[in-house]
């Protein structure tokens, strides 16, 4: 799926009337509460993360997503970078300890916090701020939530 695709489809779950499990659902409702009660006034839009280019085309915001990153102790990496220079960023580590994260894995974090019941009256809303977590495994937690919802809707 493209970059694009996917943030039509996190643009348009307004429209999307079925929610995630229950089983699902639960863990995520119990971490949206808990960036809730982080009282973070960090957050950021979905427009936030797109910025003009000269030929006034839409490319990621490098900033925003570095901030977003810096709010979880994290480093953003660009997908365009090649290589694994360590085994820090393998995708065989457990999500805590990893260090660096990538657009996807924004993506990833706002497709879960919009799948939640108590986002669900905020959609109606033109410009949604969506919170970034402070914890580093509360947002691993919710990308791997965002990213099991991506896959069940592949199929």
Not at 2 to 21: A, C, F, P, Q, W
Request: aromatic share 10%.
């Amino acid at each position: 799926m493209r970059i694009e695709d996917y943030l039509s489809k996190i643009n348009n779950l307004h429209l999307v009337e079925h929610r995630v499990g229950l089983a699902v659902n639960a863990e995520l409702e119990e971490l949206i509460l808990k960036i809730a009660l982080e009282n973070s006034q960090s957050y950021f839009t979905l427009e936030m993360l797109f910025q003009k280019t000269d030929n006034n085309s839409m490319a990621l915001n490098p900033e925003t997503f570095q901030f977003i990153a810096n709010g979880c102790g994290l480093l953003f990496i660009d997908e365009k970078e090649t290589g694994n220079v360590c085994f820090a960023d393998s995708q065989e580590l457990r999500p805590e300890f990893k260090q660096s994260c990538t657009a996807i894995d924004v993506f990833d974090l706002s497709y879960a916090i919009l799948h939640s019941s108590l986002y669900s009256q905020d959609l109606k809303v033109d410009e949604l701020k969506i919170p970034i977590p402070q914890d580093v495994v509360v947002f691993w937690k919710l990308v791997q939530i965002g990213k099991e919802l991506r896959g069940k809707e592949k199929e």
